[in-house]
């Protein structure tokens, strides 16, 4: 019987398969209005930038399994300690916003659950059991998702890789161009 770490282990694997299907729900749910696209690619583009800075920021190429090289607390990092999960959620946050109807509870329902329970949560365990102290100060000054207080302009900056973003950006890059085209295109169907 798997335990609750096993769960999360599975949940970040399949976190882009869980993402995809939600967003398969929302396509086939969405009643679009042209005010709803409007605002809702408001949302989807603030969450690609979100994603792409720290992208950018992380200086390695994200994978299935749960990794890294050094604790990266600069960029969109020092405001919150999971910003590419915070683009995830205004893009499908936007996406929601543009489906109408049911698709903004379903999304927030399912993104807390995804993210705030199960993802979080087990790729924090990794961060503390590899960084330990220095993982649990940062911790103590940033929020998850929200931020908790504005850092210093020396916090903020720090390397940026744009081979990297391109690198591991261009599939999700795609993916939010993509999605948003065809949320549009059920204005028509």
């Avoid at 989807?44 to 994603?51: F, N």
């Avoid at 890294?68 to 683009?87: C, E, H, I, K």
């Avoid at 924090?124 to 059991?129: A, I, P, S, V």
Wanted: charged residues 15%; contains cysteine.
């Amino acid at each position: 019987m798997m335990n609750l770490t096993d769960i999360r282990s599975v949940a970040f694997k399949w976190r882009g398969g869980l993402w995809t299907v939600l967003y398969l729900i929302i396509l086939l749910l969405a009643k679009p209005t042209r005010e709803g696209i409007f605002f809702g690619l408001i949302f989807v583009i603030a969450g690609q930038m979100v994603r792409c800075w720290a992208a950018g920021s992380i200086g390695l190429y994200r994978g299935v399994e749960v990794k890294a090289s050094q604790l990266v607390t600069w960029g969109p990092y020092a405001f919150v300690r999971n910003p590419l999960y915070l683009g995830n959620g205004l893009i499908g946050f936007g996406w929601a916003i543009m489906a109408g109807g049911w698709s903004v509870s379903l999304f927030v329902i399912s993104f807390v659950i995804i993210y705030c329970f199960l993802i979080i949560p087990y790729e924090e365990t990794f961060l503390e059991n590899k960084f330990g102290d220095s993982y649990l100060r940062y911790k103590a000054r940033t929020g998850a998702l929200l931020i908790r207080r504005w850092p210093k302009k020396e916090e903020i900056s720090g390397p940026f890789s744009l081979e990297v973003l391109l690198k591991s950006e261009k599939h999700s890059i795609y993916v939010t161009l993509v999605g948003t085209i065809l949320l549009i295109t059920r204005l028509w169907w």
